[in-house]
């Protein structure tokens, strides 16, 4: 499968954006995907993810403000994205899995998008 990642952009601290993951290739429905981010100097962090079968995970930083959600039928993932801060500028890539539960570990995922930059002004 290969993702594309789209939707990234520049927007004020407190407003919203949605990142789009287009899957193409193989059908979405049995794969786990997660979202993923790297600000400049820093590591790759997990955002969220979300099962093959909708349940969802959120790292404690985005809880509340992030949600990930899919429309199989447009082979798509989305991120909304709410309540932005400065501090969740990043290039934010989405990943795919086949087998299992991916969470926030970068090494279970097998198939990455190529990232879309989020900036957040202050």
């Known amino acids: 499968v290969q993702l594309q990642a789209s939707g990234g952009g520049l927007v004020q601290s407190g407003g919203s954006l949605r990142l789009s993951c287009a899957a193409f290739?193989?059908?979405?429905?049995?794969?786990?995907i997660g979202w993923f981010r790297q600000a400049p100097g820093k590591e790759r962090e997990g955002v969220g993810c979300?099962?093959?079968?909708?349940?969802?995970y959120y790292t404690d930083s985005v809880k509340g403000r992030f949600t990930i959600s899919r429309d199989n039928a447009k082979n798509t993932v989305y991120l909304q994205m709410n309540s932005l801060k400065p501090e969740d500028t990043a290039v934010y890539y989405c990943?795919?899995?086949?087998?299992?539960?991916?969470?926030?570990?970068?090494?279970?995922?097998?198939?990455w998008g190529q990232g879309t930059l989020v900036t957040v002004s202050s």
């Open positions: 990943a795919a899995t086949k087998t299992g539960w991916g969470r926030d570990v970068p090494s279970r995922y097998a198939y």
């Open positions: 290739g193989d059908s979405l429905d049995y794969y786990a």
């Open positions: 979300i099962s093959s079968s909708d349940g969802t």
